[in-house]
């Protein structure tokens, strides 16, 4: 199939794509708050229950019922198997980042999966954007931070590194914790 149709279909499936049993945005693996609760990586939505949402139907738009994962957006390119649950990560697919579009990817976990980030690279390489991906740092069993790296032109890949090797680590971090204030940009 050529990579036109391929992605025609794609975007073709994902204006149908329901998020099904995933609940990866809800089982904390991105840093939120759900009426005042805090929801983080160790931390899912206390709300969140084997059966789905205990609050489904009082949800609140903030950050509920506003959030669309990149997987879950009507023009989405990710494939059916890049649901969160299923391939390990949450991806965004349009975040700018100083003027960039970059693809950025959550681990739903400590790491995204290898076929995963290898499907990233390579749709990023193809598309001409840079990949930002997350993974995190666990100590005693508990997640403390996250490493944030980066794939795509030299410069950005320096910039990353510079970042995360500086003590301005701030800047991918607050990058990275904002990412839900910005989903529905996605």
């Known amino acids: 199939m050529n990579p036109a149709t391929e992605n025609n279909s794609q975007q073709a499936a994902a204006r149908t794509r329901q998020c099904g049993s995933c609940t990866a945005c809800c089982d904390g693996w991105l840093n939120t708050e759900v009426k005042g609760q805090a929801v983080s990586p160790g931390h899912p939505c206390p709300h969140s229950t084997p059966g789905g949402c205990a609050i489904y139907s009082t949800r609140p738009q903030y950050p509920c019922r506003d959030f669309v994962c990149g997987w879950m957006r009507w023009d989405s390119e990710l494939p059916n198997w890049m649901r ?91 990058m990275y914790n904002s990412i839900n204030d910005d989903s529905t940009q996605d």
């Not at 995204?112 to 991906?133: C, N, S, V, Y």
């Open 84 to 174: 969160p649950n299923e391939c390990g990560a949450i991806v965004f697919l349009w975040y700018d980042w100083h003027g960039q579009k970059v693809i950025n990817a959550v681990p739903v976990g400590e790491k995204i999966p290898e076929r995963t980030l290898d499907w990233l690279k390579a749709h990023a390489q193809e598309q001409g954007r840079p990949l930002l991906f997350v993974e995190r740092i666990i100590e005693d069993k508990k997640f403390v931070g996250v490493r944030c790296l980066g794939f795509g032109p030299p410069g950005f890949r320096q910039k990353v590194e510079k970042i995360m090797q500086s003590h301005q680590q701030s800047e991918l971090i607050n």
